[in-house]
């Protein structure tokens, strides 16, 4: 078989590729992924109780990127949705990211009041201040606050998601974790949210639906690399994986779920409840909140972080150390020297954590530059 493009990956990174090659480009493209589905992890589809499930995990859609909510909506119309989440914090459900209502419903109202008070004049309404930030405050209220958020929304979820403790991971990680100034509840405050209203699946389908574009699914492109002729691949699977390990094993953190369906409409209030302390779990998605589904019954999936072992689990989340950092940059100068005749994206490709519109911006940009050099 011969194309133009052999793109590995149906997920996001490689859908986007893939579309813009063959409306732009008016080249042939072979895709191949090795699951039984398109759109990677953001895959969605009904369970036998007729229930629509972000397979997995939950996959909410946000950006600030006008470029990227203009692309996907050629292929989707939006459901709007501004995500929630609570967290279990001293047997009381709150909001994350930590914020000003929050420390009205732990604290006694005076103590409260004084530390909102600080919070304000000192940051100003509206701020996101790093906890590491706080922790450094001359104010003895703003440092106990930072110590609480730290010590009870953040260390111990860090020791469940990572499987090892803050200090240890990338100072960029701890850096970002903040306490907001603020009493907006939503989890994000990008200005696009919203979710595509026949779900993530179908606007994959979408994207690849061109007369350019083949699909081989449960296809493993080391199995057929010998029988495709093609001119440049763009390669969203593992980067250590397509090297043959020849530098070692880039470490990610997996998942397993617990999926269960209850005989009523719903059974938490809020979209994700996070449990930071307590069990060894990190969270709980009811999915429905997400979709916006009616149903008489209702799933949820509890997310337990495992070790990523290769060729049995799901590599999800690329681990944010120095080290593996410095791993990742051996891979990088190997795909160098292939002068650009490989195109490496996606967060297994980029050993990158991406939200959605993340990859779909890279992609875009990526495609953009290479398409102005030939």
Same mark, same amino acid.
């Given at each position: 078989m011969k194309v133009d493009w052999l793109i590995v990956g149906a997920g996001l990174t490689g859908a986007t590729f893939a579309e813009r090659i063959a409306n732009e480009r008016g080249e042939s493209v072979l895709i191949l992924d090795q699951r039984d589905h398109i759109a990677g992890n953001a895959w969605d589809e009904y369970n036998s109780f007729g229930i629509l499930e972000h397979k997995y995990g939950p996959h909410i859609f946000h950006t600030n990127s006008k470029q990227v909510w203009d692309y996907l909506s050629q292929f989707t119309e939006w459901r709007p949705y501004f995500h929630k989440v609570l967290g279990s914090i001293d047997g009381k459900l709150v909001p994350l990211p930590f914020n000003l209502n929050s420390i009205d419903q732990l604290f006694p109202s005076s103590m409260a009041e004084r530390i909102i008070?600080?919070?304000?004049?000192?940051?100003? %309404?509206?701020? #996101?201040?790093?906890?590491?930030?706080?922790?450094?405050?001359?104010?003895?209220?703003? #440092?106990?606050?930072?110590?609480?958020?730290?010590?009870? @929304?953040?260390?111990?979820?860090?020791?469940?998601?990572?499987?090892?403790?803050?200090?240890?991971?990338?100072?960029?990680?701890?850096?970002?974790?903040?306490?907001?100034?603020?009493?907006?509840?939503? %989890?994000?405050?990008?200005?696009?949210?919203?979710?595509?209203?026949?779900?993530?699946?179908?606007? @994959?389908?979408?994207?690849?639906?061109?007369?350019?574009?083949?699909?081989?699914?449960?296809?493993?492109?080391?199995?057929?690399?010998?029988?495709?002729?093609?001119?440049?691949?763009?390669?969203?699977?593992?980067?250590?994986?397509?090297?043959?390990?020849?530098?070692?094993?880039?470490? %990610?953190?997996?998942?397993?779920?617990?999926?269960?369906?209850?005989?009523?409409?719903?059974?938490?209030?809020?979209?994700?409840?996070?449990?930071?302390?307590?069990?060894?779990?990190?969270?709980?998605?009811?999915?429905?909140?997400?979709?916006?589904?009616?149903?008489?019954q209702t799933t949820t999936f509890t997310e337990f972080p495992i070790p990523h072992v290769h060729g049995q689990t799901v590599p999800y989340y690329p681990i944010p150390t120095e080290d593996n950092k410095q791993l990742f940059k051996l891979y990088q100068e190997e795909s160098d020297a292939l002068q650009g005749k490989v195109i490496f994206a996606g967060r297994l490709g980029d050993y990158m954590y991406y939200n959605m519109d993340q990859a779909v911006a890279r992609a875009l940009m990526l495609f953009s530059k290479m398409n102005k050099n030939g």
């Open positions: 008070s600080k919070l304000v004049n000192v940051y100003g %309404y509206g701020s #996101r201040v790093p906890i590491l930030e706080l922790l450094k405050a001359s104010d003895e209220d703003l #440092r106990f606050i930072a110590d609480y958020a730290y010590k009870n @929304v953040f260390e111990q979820y860090t020791l469940k998601q990572w499987g090892m403790r803050p200090e240890d991971l990338s100072p960029a990680v701890t850096s970002r974790v903040p306490i907001l100034v603020s009493r907006d509840d939503r %989890y994000f405050q990008d200005t696009f949210q919203a979710m595509p209203l026949l779900g993530f699946g179908v606007m @994959v389908r979408r994207m690849l639906s061109h007369p350019k574009i083949r699909i081989m699914l449960k296809t493993r492109w080391q199995d057929i690399q010998d029988q495709i002729i093609f001119d440049r691949m763009v390669f969203t699977g593992p980067i250590d994986e397509f090297f043959q390990f020849k530098h070692g094993k880039l470490p %990610y953190r997996s998942l397993k779920f617990q999926v269960d369906t209850f005989p009523f409409e719903l059974s938490q209030s809020a979209a994700v409840i996070n449990y930071p302390n307590e069990y060894d779990y990190t969270r709980i998605t009811e999915m429905k909140w997400l979709t916006g589904q009616r149903h008489s």
